[in-house]
């Protein structure tokens, strides 16, 4: 009868030996992220879409073009003359002031309302596929809309000028300000309420679960479960609202045409009147260049100062 022995040969020679080495386990996120050839098709689709048009934009914005014929080499005319432009400085203001307003309105009403129609009630599904369909309209119908029910003749505030006054709310600067950010909140508030809506049904019951064993009510539920876990879903909507906000043309093209005199000609729309009214194209180049600065800028900002470049995930990529 023989036996084997299972020790290594060093071992049944007498000597002590070192196991052998493993290879260097490399961390988990760069095992399981996914490698670069993953980013070629949307990074092929940005830049033929995105940063070439961009490019010949700036070409664009240092020529002379009506049109027609072929542009021709103006140097920094066009940048001289926006540094002189009164219209142009205070359409940033108007773009900034307009964008600001629609962040503060509808970041709090999508948050209570994404978090209402997180619940598992049927009245609040039923209610939800109601609040959300002016998302399926497009901004002009919207526009159309709200520019009939808002006629001074015959809509709603002629029926009511106790409230109202005149009637005419987009003869002064203050109503039309205040009917594009009414008119923007009630068509993209769904959308928003719709993102929160999905992060909210993502939070861990357990959080829940323990802050009710803790003796935590609802309120203080909300606000030290529900608003910390909804921060990264906050800083992406409101983002996505300043993108927005700032690129906001049809709204203003049907609704108030930049007036009453200049008083609501966002960028974006004085874009369009240097571009298509007085066809010059290479200040309204300019105009699309500086705008989006503008929003690169601010966006930037809003990145940074709420920490959210330093955010980690357990979930990052596959």
């Known amino acids: 009868m023989t036996t084997t022995s ?17 290879p260097a386990r490399r961390s988990g996120s760069a095992v399981t992220r996914p490698g670069l050839a993953w980013a070629v098709p949307a990074t092929l689709f940005f830049a033929l879409f ?3 048009p961009l490019v010949l934009v700036a070409v664009l914005s240092f020529t002379s073009w009506d049109g027609l014929g072929a542009p021709e080499f103006a140097g920094l ?25 629609g962040v503060t309105v509808q970041t709090p009403l999508s948050i209570l309302l994404g978090v209402w129609a997180a619940g598992k009630q049927r009245n609040r599904a039923v209610l939800s596929a109601v609040f959300f369909v002016p998302l399926l309209l497009s901004a002009t119908a919207v526009s159309v809309l709200w520019r009939a029910l808002l006629d001074p003749n015959f809509g709603v505030p002629a029926q009511a000028r106790w409230l109202f ?4 709310l987009l003869g002064m600067q203050s109503g039309a300000i205040g009917v594009l950010v009414f008119v923007g909140a009630w068509q993209y508030t769904p959308f928003h309420t719709l993102i929160y809506q999905g992060a909210t049904r993502a939070i861990p019951q357990v959080l829940y679960q ?14 030290h479960i529900t608003l910390p876990q909804l921060r990264n879903t906050m800083i992406t909507s409101m983002i996505l609202m300043v ?4 690129t906001t043309f049809d709204t203003v093209l ?29 200040g309204g180049a300019a105009i699309a260049l500086v705008l989006v600065l503008v929003a690169t800028v601010i966006s930037l900002v809003v990145v940074r100062v709420s920490g959210y470049d330093r955010m ?7």
């Not at 299972?6 to 493993?22: K, L």
């Open 6 to 22: 299972t020790a290594p040969p060093a071992a049944r020679g007498g000597r002590a030996t070192r196991p052998a080495r493993r």
């Open 50 to 52: 995105a940063l070439l």
């Open 77 to 101: 005319d066009n940048w001289r003359a926006l540094l002189h432009d009164h219209t142009m400085i205070q359409s940033l203001w108007l773009s900034v002031l307009i964008t600001v307003l």
């Open 165 to 168: 006054g005149n009637g005419n």
């Open 210 to 223: 323990a802050a009710a064993i803790d003796g935590a009510g609802t309120v203080r539920q909300f606000f």
């Open 243 to 246: 993108v927005g906000g700032l």
């Open 254 to 282: 049907i609704l108030t045409q930049g007036g009453p005199g200049t008083d609501t000609t966002i960028s974006a729309y004085y874009m369009y009147e240097q571009a298509f009214k007085s066809f010059d194209f290479g």
């Open 312 to 318: 980690r995930s357990s979930s990052e990529g596959l």
